[in-house]
């Protein structure tokens, strides 16, 4: 049984949402990043979503952005970004772990070796942001060879078609974005959106995870209420980082909480 | 059914975040459809000639031409209103805004000819336009900054990156996954996802096709070797896409070598031949081995970018176009050499093919006949050549 599914399992049983906080790998730089990412495990977080960083980061907003920046400024390329996951795994082996990264990246490293990489690495999914249902056979080919989970969003505006093809080929679990346009809580998320849910339950999906523009206890309830198996927060965990590890703790520990 | 394969070999494609693609389906389906409506060709047919001042002259430059036996043809986009080919495509996709019921666009420019030709349209249309423009460019192209501005249009510096175009599609991106619902992104070259690459090309084939009828009247046949600047590679795929099945034409596009392709500062990825995946295509880009994507570097505001339009690689790829690297110094030579021969002052980025076409013209022994294509002209680019010449 993969992590997730074990979490999820375990969660259902409790009665309880998994809270998913998000961190860009190596922002500010590798060694505090660990200490970051150590400070949200110790504090409620169910599993971690952590941004590969890149260039060119086209489906995030300025929080996201900056982080990258910060990352890809102290040094961070994507070996070092995988040594960091694999420090994080072998103190924390029982925590699913997905990767957000960008198409280049995998391309660049070759598609099946990136997957390789990343389940060596320890990761137990991995979601590109700019690789749409469409253009995702070879990514998903390779996950799947590699063991690794295949994540695919589900947009506010997707069709029935590209429902059921993110319920038959999403792994772990299935990202619902909340809204139109990229990450961060500059926008709010939109409402939660019964029938998106209501259709990849139809296709039998992964639990459904819902991300964008969540930064506060309330949100993560709602979708929980929407019937969300969890909820991702990427760029409100980010802005609690840069305020320091009490700060990110309390955050972690607050939004924890609302899942319960 | 689509007419159009998303793919051109092994490039193409279309790498966006899911939620663009229904807005990109909606966008192909518009455009394939306008493509067989006799009205919409009509509308597009008028507009190019009483507004963008279509045909475009061929002009024999005679005078620029250093060697008796090579006659230097320009196909004079430069004379279009607004100074560019950028308002041929412009035109057409403004069209086909209208017609997906959406009153907003958005895009990106470098140069600022893209920006200038969407600000002029959205004027003439009336719609509302945004436009993104890296904070470097802002500074070396103020003048059109200020065309956009007098025109209505919101021009949005973006700070983030190089400051330059790679940065300014990044944001015109952003701001389409949050307002594809009434704002169409008039993406400004024959690259990005499908169907860009194939709607560019198919609305700048007026270039090629005019040009081509026009060179046959001028001299009874095809010229030996059709020649353009690559940046996205709009004006070179305009210029080509008649002229791809004519074996015997010579296809040369022309990259910016910026300080030289052995210097790294240059924008010049075809030469490079890395392939890579950025602005929604598979195409060759400048990268790092990790995959990070570098800074172009051009003169040219204009060909100032790190990767190019899919169509050009497969090109490149299959042998059929050749794509060689024109350094700056090589196109400011070129610029003053039009400017004094012909009294035409041409863009930095036109300036690019000309310094080729001469180059090749003085190393040539045989009769030849080079058909250029003069895609901008170079007023914008003054403030540029008086620093070059310490006049500012």
């Known amino acids: 049984m993969s992590l997730y599914q074990s979490l999820f399992e375990r969660l259902r049983a409790k009665k309880e949402g998994a809270f998913i906080p998000f961190l860009t790998l190596g922002d500010p730089d590798l060694d505090t990043s660990f200490e970051l990412l150590c400070t949200l495990v110790e504090n409620g977080a169910d599993a971690l979503e952590l941004g590969v960083p890149f260039s060119d980061p086209v489906a995030d907003g300025p929080t996201i952005q900056a982080a990258t920046l910060r990352a890809l400024a102290s040094g961070t390329t994507p070996k070092k970004a995988l040594a960091l996951v694999r420090r994080l795994k072998d103190k924390y082996p029982e925590i699913p772990v997905g990767l957000l990264t960008y198409a280049n990246l995998v391309f660049a490293a070759g598609i099946d070796q ?103 206890p309330e949100q993560v309830k709602a979708a929980l209420a929407a019937g969300c198996a969890g909820a991702i927060s990427g760029s409100a965990a980010v802005k609690a980082a840069e305020q320091g590890p009490e700060q990110l703790a309390a955050f972690s520990a607050s939004m924890k909480a609302a899942s319960r | ?146 065309r956009m501005k007098l025109m209505g249009a919101e021009v949005i510096p973006v700070h983030a990156g190089s400051g330059t175009l790679k940065d300014a599609v990044n944001e015109a991106l952003r701001d389409w996954a949050a307002n594809y619902d009434t704002a169409h992104y008039l993406l400004g070259t024959a690259a990005g996802p499908h169907p860009f690459p194939h709607l560019v090309r198919e609305f700048q084939r007026i270039i090629g096709a005019e040009a081509k009828a026009q060179m046959i009247e001028a001299i009874g046949r095809l010229p030996d070797a059709a020649i353009a600047c690559v940046g996205g590679g709009s004006n070179a795929i305009g210029l080509f896409a008649d002229f791809i099945d004519e074996k015997d034409v010579e296809l040369i596009g022309v990259e910016p070598g910026g300080e030289g392709v052995e210097t790294g500062k240059h924008g010049a990825p075809i030469y490079m031949a890395k392939e890579g995946i950025l602005h929604g295509m598979k195409s060759y880009l400048m990268q790092d081995e990790d995959g990070q994507v570098e800074e172009s570097h051009s003169i040219s505001a204009g060909l100032d970018y790190p990767a190019v339009g899919p169509q050009h690689a497969y090109l490149a790829k299959t042998g059929r176009a050749q794509y060689v690297p024109i350094n700056d110094d090589e196109a400011i030579e070129g610029f003053k050499a039009l400017c004094r021969s012909e009294g035409i002052i041409p863009a930095i980025e036109s300036s690019h093919a000309l310094a080729y076409a001469l180059k090749r013209a003085k190393a040539a022994s045989k009769e030849e006949v080079l058909l250029v294509n003069l895609s901008g002209r170079g007023d914008k680019d003054l403030n540029t050549i008086m620093k070059l010449e310490g006049l500012l």
């Open chain 2, 1 to 146: 059914m689509s007419h159009f394969s998303p793919y051109f070999g092994e490039f193409g494609g279309t790498f966006v975040p899911e939620i663009l693609v229904p807005a990109l389906d909606q966008l192909t389906a518009a455009f394939e459809n306008a493509l067989e409506d006799d009205s919409f060709k009509a509308e597009l047919g008028a507009l190019l000639k009483h507004y963008a001042g279509r045909p475009t002259p061929l002009y024999e430059a005679t005078h620029l031409s250093p060697n008796p036996l090579v006659r230097i043809f320009l196909k004079r986009e430069d004379l279009l209103h607004g100074g560019a080919h950028k308002t041929n495509q412009v035109l057409a996709q403004a069209l086909l805004t209208k017609r997906m019921g959406k009153n907003e666009i958005i895009a990106e420019t470098g140069a600022g000819q893209h920006g200038v030709a969407t600000a002029m349209v959205a004027a003439m249309m009336g719609m509302k336009a945004r436009i993104y423009m890296g904070a470097k460019d802002c500074e070396r192209q103020q003048p059109n900054v200020y």
């Open chain 1, 114 to 216: 990136f997957y390789l990489d990343a389940k060596a690495a320890g990761v137990d999914s991995v979601l590109v942001a700019d690789v749409p249902i469409k253009e995702s056979a070879p990514f998903v080919k390779a996950a799947k060879a590699a063991k690794v989970a295949p994540v695919m969003i589900a947009p506010p505006n997707a069709s029935e078609a590209t429902l059921k093809a993110v319920a038959q080929l999403s792994e772990g679990y299935v990202y619902l974005v909340s809204r139109a346009g990229v990450t961060g809580t500059e926008t709010a998320a939109g409402k939660p959106l019964g029938h998106i849910i209501d259709t990849l339950k139809r296709y039998q999906s992964a639990p459904v995870v819902l991300g964008f523009g969540i930064a506060e």
